[in-house]
């Protein structure tokens, strides 16, 4: 019997929401770069950070949990 919480369905529903969060900051980012207002210059650099910034931080999470959980394992 498996737990409450199917660690494989957990990770596959995750990886579309983080799939469809980046593709909405791609389009994001190419609309706002049309754009000629200031505003849209800001948001243009926020969605391009974010872009490369998001990957990082979910990488560096899931190193974190793999950390811990191997030393949670011994």
Known sequence: MKGLFDMDKLKRIGAIVIVVILIALYI???ILSFMQSPEAKLFFRGCAIATVGLPVVLYAMM????????????
């Open 63 to 74: 190193l974190a949990y793999k950390s811990v959980s191997y030393t949670h394992l011994r």
């Open 28 to 30: 994001t980012t190419l």
